[in-house]
């Protein structure tokens, strides 16, 4: 069987420690999982998480450069713990959550705040602000085979040398398993979702000629510089 127009490369992961690509099918994000960013963008410290989208083709394998993106003039970085599935799934029990994770890496939630913000005021979809070219630069993955099921640890960013947010993976309001399990009652998870877990406070405008460095203890690095839009 052939295709009308040539078929796509499906975007993937490099994975620590291997050749292997991961390949990812769809990116859930979850909003609000830190408290102090729960109450940075307007929450009570109480309110449960929710979920949005990315394309997968808004991935950044790995990171450089990435463009600054066009209609924003407040376009934010969100440092994020990535999970990657390699089993899916309906209704998975948060207990037996970890079994469906292939592996961690460290992300980028790009967002153009303004016209998320728009969205907001107005009642209408943000997609626009989360969902957009290069809109989830993200590292390798490290397999959870290696290095286990990380629940804390710190997360870190720097911008130009001066470090902007800092917090623990224990500080999230729901863990990993319970995102996986609330996530599979609404989503039949498949093998390649990923998820990005989530921010803490300290969000924030990067512009052309920003150098990101993220990072997440016993997971990895991730390099950004952020360059002239087209
Ligand atoms: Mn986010």
Redesign the pocket.
Known sequence: MAYAISLWTPPALPITGSTDLFPVRRIF???R?YVEHQKEMGGDGREAPFFFLKAAHALVPLGGEVRYPPKTSNYHY?T?MVVALAKGGRRIDAKSANAHVFGYAVGL?M?RRDLQQWGKDHGRPWGFG?DFDQAAPCSALAPAARIGHPAKGALWLTVNGKERQRADLADMIWSVPEQIAYLSEYYTLEPGDII?S??PAGVGPVKPGDELLAGIEGVGELKVRIVAPL
């Open positions: 994000c979850v909003g999982n969100e994020e939630d967002t989360k990005f989530g921010t």
